[in-house]
């Protein structure tokens, strides 16, 4: 019998969500063979089989959160995939000669009988995870649902009602009750949120909690990007293998120029010292069904606009295929955030992680600018720049974005500075 073990992913991550079994009892399994999902943290992790054979037990039910080195599975080695069917009669013909003799009375009261009603029951991963809690049988709950199907709204619901004839216990156990009756699911969804939205929220909320968080705007003229990437940008992707020019290169290329001149914005703080990144990794928000995730295009000092270009178009289909790696999303130094392709005007971005700053992109828009002693309708673009006070002061803040724009007007400068 071969253990299926939650493996250890990265020295961050201690535990991770069941999401689904691909395999279920009694499904023939080959060594190496993906067998369920687990949604951490940071990125979905495929299990693997280690040994062949068939599934013969799953000790952790989906939505059920695992620790790493939990057991939570078992494979048969070397059985083949009619082996489990024997087991399965028995049970079904177990309870047709035993419950007789138990007389079903005393078949209630043990734990064994009531945790085997559980299983059959149809519930929600959460609901069966708050009965496990409460300790509560879900073939004792009534569900709302005319499908039969258990939420985790029914179970708080039962566990409030056995709490009225109690005289003591009473009072603290009747606070669960008016939470589920206030949810009318005709009018309201309940949807419960990912693990990694929970853990987004929750670093999202620390990072405007614990910096002195301040953000400065200017803008951008993009004239001059514009007219350069259409007269290019056909024979640049035909040079490059399809590869597009986009707007992300000229960005990722002037920051990373200016954070050569303002190492502050660089930086991160670790306890009581201030670490100055010598290398630059440029995160990269990518907008999935599941959520914002940020891989790191690296090493875009040494990188070129079709380097770069072919870097991001790689991570965003990456992340929308949930085929990200962990290494594809530790360890960045900065990150840009393009608002503008949903049509954002101005935003103040939170900073991401332990970072110092990020750079918010936003729609290039056509506005009347004063160009000289005419006005002239022009395509602009608001950038923002949200940084962390207690390392970047307002002189490097304003410097530093006032490169990005410097460069990105006069992208002949880009290109040198490249």
């Known amino acids: 019998m071969a253990d299926i073990i939650v493996p250890e992913l990265a020295e961050s991550i201690t535990e991770g969500e069941i999401v689904r079994w691909v395999k279920q009892v009694g499904d023939p399994v080959e060594k190496g063979e993906f067998i369920v999902e687990l949604e951490t943290d940071k990125v979905n992790a495929e299990i693997i089989s280690e040994e062949a054979g068939v599934l013969t037990e799953i000790l952790a039910q989906e939505g059920e959160v695992v620790e790493v080195g939990a057991v939570i599975a078992r494979v048969q080695e070397g059985a083949v995939a009619a082996a489990p069917a024997p087991k399965e009669a028995p049970k079904a013909e177990a309870p047709k000669q035993e419950a007789p003799k138990a007389e079903v009375k005393p078949a209630a009261a043990p734990v064994v009988e009531e945790t085997s009603s559980t299983e059959r029951v149809i519930a929600s991963p959460a609901a069966r995870k708050l009965a496990r809690e409460k300790g509560i049988d879900l073939a004792a709950v009534s569900p709302v649902d005319p499908q039969g199907r258990v939420r985790v709204q029914d179970v708080a619901a039962y566990n409030a009602a056995p709490a009225a004839p109690a005289a003591q216990p009473a009072a603290p156990k009747a606070a669960p009750a008016p939470v589920a009756k206030a949810v009318d699911e005709s009018r309201v969804e309940v949807v419960k949120m990912t693990r990694r939205q929970q853990t987004a929220a929750k670093r999202l909320l620390e990072v405007s909690q614990n910096t002195a968080m301040l953000t400065t705007f200017n803008e951008i003229d993009m004239t001059n990007v514009m007219a350069l990437r259409k007269r290019k940008k056909e024979a640049f992707q035909e040079a ?177 500075e490249a």
């Open 240 to 416: 490059h293998d399809g590869t597009r020019l986009g707007f992300m290169s000229f960005f990722t290329k002037a920051v990373t120029a200016a954070l050569k001149k303002y190492p502050a914005v660089n930086a991160k703080i670790v306890g009581d010292e201030i670490h100055y990144n010598k290398f630059f990794d440029i995160g990269v928000a990518v907008a999935t069904p599941d959520g914002l995730v940020v891989p790191n295009v690296r090493d875009t000092d040494r990188k070129n606009f079709a380097e770069i270009e072919a870097s991001i178009a790689d991570l965003a289909t990456k992340a929308r295929n949930k085929k990200l790696s962990l290494q594809d999303l530790e360890g960045g130094s900065f990150t840009i955030t393009n608002g503008g392709v949903f049509g954002s005007l101005m935003s103040t971005p939170i900073i991401n992680g332990d970072q110092a700053a990020i750079l918010g992109m936003h729609n290039i828009v056509k506005r009347p600018i004063a160009v000289g002693d005419e006005i002239q309708i022009r395509p602009m673009m608001y950038v923002a720049l949200s940084y962390d006070h207690r390392i970047i002061n307002g002189k490097e803040s304003v410097g530093f974005l006032k490169m990005v724009k410097d460069l990105l007007e006069n992208p002949e400068d880009l290109l040198l």
